[in-house]
């Protein structure tokens, strides 16, 4: 196992809360576009009807699980309802609306760089990105990093956090093995993939 740097508590909070927005927002604009402002109206009450409070005096790791649980809940609700309005042929059209959403939201210096070293040293740029998901990933889920090059990028996931909720099978299927996978690909010119195991997974990543 290789060792990096471990995210603390209050930017895992940061970074869920920061996803929590970013699917509040993006599924009901795409149903005012595809159905109007009443399908959307409809999400927002099932959403509602499943969100969990927080208080003042808890503790950041508190906090963290149960942002953590409404970010699941927001997202696999909402892809439930899409899904539920619009059939499997909506469903994919969601999925690249979040894709290409997710490419807009990450854009900025560090990614436009990123693509100038990987123009001229395509390794090292690997290597950054690899370095860079070893860390970002850990607010989504526990993992240990087995590999880290400037080739290949490999996380084993004992038991996927996501999985510990009910009905996340979309949150897994359709988010991670879907979604991302477009992201990384389109955004970072390279190729994630899962090999799933009941609650357990690898994840690979490698330049395209």
């Keep these: 196992m290789i060792q990096v740097k471990e995210m603390p508590a209050n930017e895992k909070l940061k970074l869920v809360r920061e996803n929590f927005h970013f699917s509040e927002t993006l599924a009901p604009e795409f149903l005012e576009k595809h159905l109007g402002d009443?399908?959307?109206?409809?999400?927002?009450?099932?959403?509602?009807?499943?969100?969990?409070?927080?208080?003042?005096?808890?503790?950041?790791?508190?906090?963290?699980?149960?942002?953590?649980?409404?970010?699941?809940?927001?997202?696999?609700?909402?892809?439930?309802?899409?899904?539920?309005?619009?059939?499997?042929?909506?469903?994919?059209?969601?999925?690249?609306?979040?894709?290409?959403?997710?490419?807009?939201?990450?854009?900025?210096?560090?990614?436009?760089?990123?693509?100038?070293?990987?123009?001229?040293?395509?390794?090292?740029?690997?290597?950054?990105?690899?370095?860079?998901l070893a860390y970002q990933l850990q607010w989504i889920t526990p993992l240990n990093i087995t590999e880290l090059s400037s080739n290949r990028f490999m996380a084993e996931i004992p038991r996927c956090k996501i999985l510990d909720y009910p009905d996340s099978e979309d949150v897994c299927l359709i988010g991670c093995q879907r979604i991302?996978?477009?992201?990384?690909?389109?955004?970072?010119?390279?190729?994630?993939?899962?090999?799933?195991?009941?609650?357990?997974?690898?994840?690979?990543v490698t330049p395209l």
């Design 38 to 132: 009443q399908a959307a109206a409809e999400l927002r009450q099932v959403w509602q009807s499943g969100i969990k409070p927080t208080t003042p005096e808890a503790s950041v790791e508190e906090q963290y699980e149960i942002a953590y649980a409404n970010w699941i809940w927001l997202a696999h609700s909402g892809f439930d309802f899409i899904r539920q309005k619009m059939g499997e042929d909506g469903m994919r059209i969601y999925e690249q609306a979040e894709a290409e959403a997710l490419i807009k939201k990450n854009s900025g210096p560090a990614t436009w760089m990123l693509g100038l070293m990987r123009a001229v040293a395509p390794q090292t740029a690997f290597k950054m990105l690899s370095q860079n």
């Design 180 to 204: 991302y996978q477009r992201w990384v690909e389109a955004q970072f010119k390279a190729n994630m993939s899962f090999d799933r195991r009941g609650h357990a997974c690898t994840c690979t």
